[in-house]
C-alpha cells in the first residue's frame, strides 16, 4: 500500500528537507519521494512534525518474570504509543537474559510496530561473580552487555568483559553507583532528604564508580557506556574522559532533565527513581551535558510496577516509573533549553551511535522508520489512554502537552 504524508514538518538534521514542509510517500516500507503527489491512502498532516523513529536504550517490559507488571506486547504498544519505533531490553528480568535461548525468546517476541533489542547479561544472574558466554550472545543477536539495574561491582569482571567484547565492538552498559553507598536509599542525599527524613544516596555513589571504571576502560581498552548518569561531576568526568580520548558513551533518563529532589515533596511514589532525582543545579549540568553532546542520547528509563509495590510507605515503595507514552510530553518540558530538534536527535540519532548502528534519515530510497508528533495537542494519561500494564507515572491523571500521532515501521503503519 502506497501512503503520502501531505504538508508533514520535517525535523531531521540529516535530511534534504529538514526543517521544511514536505509530501512524504511511502511506499512498500521505503520512503520513495520526498514531493509526493497521490497515494491510495493520504493524510493530511499540516501544522504536524516528522522525524525518524525515536530508538530507546533503556526500558523494562518484565518478560519473562514479572509479566503482570509489563509484557513484551503491553511495553511495545506503550513504546509505539510514546513514539518509538526500537527499544532496547535490559537483563533484569526473571530469569536474566543470560543465555542464546533468552535472547532469542525476545527477539521471537520483537512485533511489527517496536523493534525490540536485546542487552544481554554481563555475569551470570547478575551477581557479578562468573562472566556470561558474551561471544555467544552476541552470534544470538545481543547488541549490547549490561547488569541491568546493577551496577557491575566486580572490577575484574568488567576488565574482562571489556577485554572479550573489544573486538566485537559492543559496548559495555554500566548503571554506576556504589551497592555499598547506596544501600537502603532512597533519595537523593541533600537538604531536601533531610528535611524529610529520608536516608538519601550521595553523588559520591555515582562517581566514584565512574572514575574507576574509566581508570580500567583506560587500562584494558574496549567501550563503555554509562547508562542514566545523574550527576554534575558525573557529566565533568566523561566530559574529560572523552578529551582523552577514550570510547566512552553515556545517557541521561528523561526524567532526570525534568525533575529535581524537591519532586519528592509529598512522597508521591512515582518520584522514586533509580537513579534518584538530584538536586536542580544537577539537573542543569545534564541539561547543558545533552546540549554540548557529552550525552549521547536520552532515555526512557521505562520501569513498570504494579500497585503493590508503590502504594506504600516511600522508603518501601520500589524505585522507578513509567515514561513511554509521555516521553514527548517531557521533552516539549525542557525544549526551552535545549531546541527541539537537538533533542529530537538525542533520541534518533544518539543511540544508534551509541551501538553503532547505521544511522537512518528521511530521504527517497530509506527505510521507512518514522515518527509523527504534535507540540499543541493536549492529553492526559489516565485507565483510558494508558497502553502500558503499570500505572506508576509522575503524571498519571494530569493533562499533558504535546502527544504522538502515531509511528511507522517499514510496513508497520500505526497513525491515530
Known amino acids: 500500500m502506497s501512503l503520502l504524508l501531505k504538508n508533514v514538518h520535517v525535523v531531521d538534521v540529516n535530511s534534504p528537507v529538514h526543517g521544511k514542509q514536505a509530501n512524504i510517500l511511502i511506499e512498500n516500507g521505503k520512503i520513495a519521494s520526498l514531493k509526493g503527489r497521490s497515494a491510495k491512502k493520504e493524510i493530511d498532516l499540516k501544522g504536524k512534525f516528522l522525524s525518524c523513529g525515536w530508538f530507546d536504550l533503556s526500558a523494562q517490559f518484565n518478560d519473562p518474570g514479572n ?11 506503550a513504546a ?20 542464546k535461548s533468552d535472547v532469542n525468546y525476545l527477539l521471537r517476541r520483537s512485533g511489527d510496530e517496536v ?45 574482562k568483559a571489556l577485554q572479550y567484547t573489544s573486538d566485537i565492538g559492543l559496548p559495555i552498559m554500566q548503571n554506576a553507583r556504589d551497592m555499598h553507598i547506596s544501600s537502603n536509599t532512597h533519595m537523593h542525599e541533600g537538604r531536601m532528604s533531610t528535611h524529610l527524613g529520608l536516608r538519601g544516596e550521595p553523588s559520591l555513589s555515582e562517581e566514584l564508580m565512574i572514575r574507576r571504571d574509566l581508570d ?41 532533565l525534568v525533575f529535581t529532589d ?20 544537577d539537573r542543569r549540568a545534564l541539561i547543558k551535558g545533552v546540549k554540548e553532546g557529552v550525552i549521547e542520547a536520552i532515555c526512557s528509563n521505562h520501569r513498570p510496577y504494579d500497585q503493590e509495590c508503590k502504594q506504600l510507605e516511600f ?53 521507512a522508520k518514522l515518527t509523527i508528533f504534535d507540540p499543541s495537542q493536549t492529553w492526559v494519561l489516565n485507565d483510558e489512554s494508558n497502553r502500558s500494564k503499570s500505572r506508576n507515572s509522575p503524571y498519571w491523571g494530569q493533562e499533558m502537552k504535546g502527544k504522538v500521532l502515531g509511528t511507522i515501521n517499514k510496513r508497520s503503519i500505526t497513525i491515530e
Open 67 to 77: 509479566e503482570h507488571r509489563e509484557d513484551i506486547k503491553s511495553g511495545s504498544a
Open 80 to 99: 509505539q504509543s510514546g513514539g518509538f519505533t526500537d527499544v532496547c531490553m535490559v537483563p533484569s528480568t526473571r530469569p536474566p537474559i543470560e543465555s
Open 115 to 159: 523493534d525490540i533489542h536485546v542487552i544481554a547479561a554481563i555475569s551470570e544472574g547478575l551477581e557479578g561473580k562468573n562472566l556470561t558466554e558474551v561471544l555467544d550472545l552476541h552470534d544470538a543477536g545481543a547488541i549490547a552487555f549490561s547488569d541491568g539495574d546493577l551496577p557491575v561491582w566486580n572490577a575484574e569482571l568488567l576488565l
Open 216 to 256: 580500567i576502560l583506560k587500562y584494558s581498552g574496549g567501550s563503555i557506556h554509562f547508562s542514566r548518569i545523574s550527576t554534575e561531576k558525573a557529566v565533568g568526568l566523561i566530559k574529560e574522559a572523552k578529551k582523552k580520548g577514550l570510547s566512552v558513551t553515556c545517557d541521561v533518563g528523561i526524567h532526570h
Open 262 to 281: 524537591e519532586s519528592v515533596g509529598d512522597f508521591d511514589t512515582n518520584f522514586k527513581s533509580l537513579p534518584p532525582y538530584r538536586t536542580e543545579r
Open 315 to 367: 522508603d518501601l515503595a520500589d524505585p522507578g516509573n513509567t515514561s513511554l507514552q509521555t516521553f514527548y510530553s517531557s521533552l516539549l518540558k525542557i525544549s526551552k533549553e535545549i531546541p527541539i530538534e537537538l533533542l529530537i536527535d538525542r533520541v534518533v540519532n544518539g543511540p544508534r551511535k551509541v551501538l553503532k548502528k547505521e544511522l537512518i534519515r528521511i530521504d527517497e530510497g530509506e527505510e
